[in-house]
């Protein structure tokens, strides 16, 4: 999913167009780029996991940043994120593999 895909969706969740659920509907069944970063091993690995990440397009980066310009309030970040999370659960369960083993791929 691209970034301009979230945020399109997000305008018609607010536009009225799509309901809360139904957006949550179409983030369940979307792919979404992995953001999360592997687990550091070296000491030079943690002191780089307190820089920020950069963003990722396509992944919840995209949901958290409508939430933090105020597009979404808090109960809708969350069915939505909920809803992110549930794709990427389905996608590693598929694929036989847990989120962890994904998120470095």
Known sequence: ???????????????????????????????????????????EERAAQL??????????DDLTRAYDRGELTWEQYRVLADAVADSIDAECEAAGRDFEAGASE
């Open 1 to 43: 999913m691209k970034a301009s895909d979230v945020a399109d969706l997000i305008a018609e969740m607010r536009a009225g167009t799509l309901s809360l659920e139904q957006l949550a509907e179409v983030f369940r069944a979307r792919r979404w780029e992995r953001a999360r970063r592997p687990a550091p091993t070296t000491d």
């Open 51 to 60: 820089d920020p990440a950069p963003h990722v397009p396509g992944s919840i």
